[in-house]
C-alpha cells in the first residue's frame, strides 16, 4: 500500500473499513451513512438499557431499530457489551468480576445478545429484509480509564474478555470478539496508557487467545503521534505473539473550535485534515500494521457529559446537516 499515487487510497479501502460512533441515530441518518461509504456502525449495547430492573425482561426495542436500520442499508454493526446495572451495583467503574451473581448475569446478557442477532438469531426471524447478522463484538470499553473501571487492572480486564469471549463463541463459534479500546494516551492520572496497559494484559495467555483483535483509541494532537501509538501498539503485540492479530482502531477524532490548551479541539480546516490524512496513513500502513477497522467518533455534534472535545467531533451538525468533513470521510471511504 505503500507509494499510492495522490487520490488513490479511496479506491484502495476495503468494504467495511471505515466506521462511525454514533450516540444517537434518526431513521434518516442511516440512507446518508449509506450514501457517505460508512461500512461500520459501533454503538454501546448498554446491559442497563436493556434490563434495568432485576425483575424485568430483556428488551432489545431500542437495538432492533440500530440493527434493522443498518441492515436496511447493508451496514456492518459492532456492539459494543458494556454496563453494570444498578440492580447488580451502584458503584462508578463496577464491573461484571465482582460477584458470582454478575458474572452469571453477564453471561446471559451476551448470549441474549448474540443469539438475537448473530448468525441464525431470533431478530432476523421476523426481519423483513435480507438478514445482516453481527458477527464481530468488542467486549467493554476504555477499561484503562478510571470512569469504565473503578480502579484499572489489566489482569482482571483479561479475566472479563476471556469470560466474554468464551461465552460469546458457546452462542456463535464463528463470531470475532474485539477487546476493549484502550486509551493510548489517558488524561487522567488515575489511569493507565495504552501500551503499558496492553503489554501487561497480554502477558496472560488465556486474554491474548482470548481476542481476535486488539483494540485501541489513539487520541492524540497529531496524525503523526496516531501513527507512533499504532505502532507502538503493533510492537506490544507482536512481543505478545500476536503478530496476526489486526488492529482495530474503535474511536478517533478530533473536535472543532478554540482548543486553547487541549489538543483535541482545532480549527474546522485542521479537522478537516486530521481526518483526511489520519484515514490516509491508516490505508497506507493497514498491511504493514495489520489494521482492520478505523471508527470515526462521533457521527453528530452533541452534548457530551464526559468529553468536551466530543461536542463537535461529529461529521453532522447537532441539527443533521452535513458539515464538509462528512464529504472527506466519503471521499476516501469509497471505493
Given at each position: 500500500m505503500l507509494g499510492l499515487p495522490a487520490g488513490s487510497e479511496a479506491a484502495q479501502a476495503p468494504k467495511g473499513f471505515f466506521g462511525v460512533h454514533p450516540r444517537s441515530l434518526d431513521p434518516g441518518d442511516y440512507p446518508t451513512m449509506a450514501g457517505a461509504d460508512v461500512g461500520l456502525?459501533?454503538?454501546?449495547?448498554?446491559?442497563?438499557?436493556?434490563?434495568?430492573?432485576?425483575?424485568?425482561?430483556?428488551?432489545?426495542?431500542?437495538y432492533d431499530a440500530v440493527v434493522a436500520g443498518a441492515a436496511d442499508q447493508g451496514i456492518d454493526v459492532l456492539p459494543v457489551l458494556v454496563g453494570v446495572p444498578r440492580w447488580i451495583s451502584t458503584e462508578r467503574g463496577a464491573t461484571p468480576l465482582d460477584t458470582a451473581a454478575s458474572k452469571a448475569a453477564w453471561r446471559e446478557f451476551l448470549t441474549g445478545a448474540v443469539e438475537r442477532y448473530g448468525p441464525g438469531g431470533t431478530f432476523w426471524a421476523t426481519y423483513p429484509?435480507?438478514?445482516?447478522?453481527?458477527?464481530?463484538?468488542?467486549a467493554w470499553n476504555e477499561p484503562n480509564?478510571?470512569?469504565?473501571?473503578?480502579r484499572p487492572s489489566p489482569r482482571e480486564y483479561?479475566?472479563?474478555?476471556?469470560?466474554s469471549a468464551k461465552t460469546i463463541h458457546a452462542a456463535d463459534p464463528d463470531a470475532n470478539v474485539i477487546s476493549a479500546g484502550v486509551i493510548s494516551q489517558p488524561v487522567n492520572r488515575k489511569a493507565m496508557d495504552g501500551d503499558v496497559y496492553l503489554r501487561k494484559m497480554l502477558r496472560s495467555r488465556k486474554a491474548a487467545k482470548a481476542a481476535d483483535a486488539i483494540a485501541i483509541h489513539p487520541y492524540t494532537g497529531s496524525v503523526k503521534q496516531v501513527r507512533e501509538q499504532i505502532e507502538l501498539t503493533r510492537e506490544v503485540m507482536d512481543g505478545a505473539k500476536l503478530k496476526r492479530t489486526p488492529i482495530w482502531v474503535t474511536e478517533i477524532g478530533w473536535g472543532q473550535g478554540r482548543g486553547g490548551a487541549n489538543p483535541l479541539i482545532v480549527s474546522a480546516a485542521k479537522q478537516r485534515r486530521n481526518l483526511r490524512e489520519s484515514f490516509?496513513?491508516?490505508?497506507?500502513?493497514?498491511?504493514?500494521?495489520r489494521i482492520a477497522k478505523v471508527v470515526w467518533y462521533q457521527w453528530r455534534d452533541g452534548l457530551d457529559e464526559v468529553c468536551g472535545w466530543c461536542n463537535t467531533s461529529g461529521l453532522l451538525r447537532e441539527d443533521g446537516s452535513a458539515k464538509p468533513l462528512l464529504g472527506e470521510f466519503a471521499a476516501i471511504a469509497r471505493r
Open positions: 456502525i459501533r454503538t454501546g449495547f448498554v446491559y442497563s438499557a436493556v434490563r434495568p430492573n432485576e425483575s424485568d425482561p430483556y428488551d432489545w426495542t431500542a429484509g435480507t438478514p445482516h447478522p453481527i458477527e464481530d463484538w468488542q480509564s478510571f470512569n469504565n473501571w473503578k483479561g479475566k472479563l474478555l476471556t469470560l490516509r496513513m491508516t490505508l497506507k500502513k493497514r498491511r504493514k500494521l
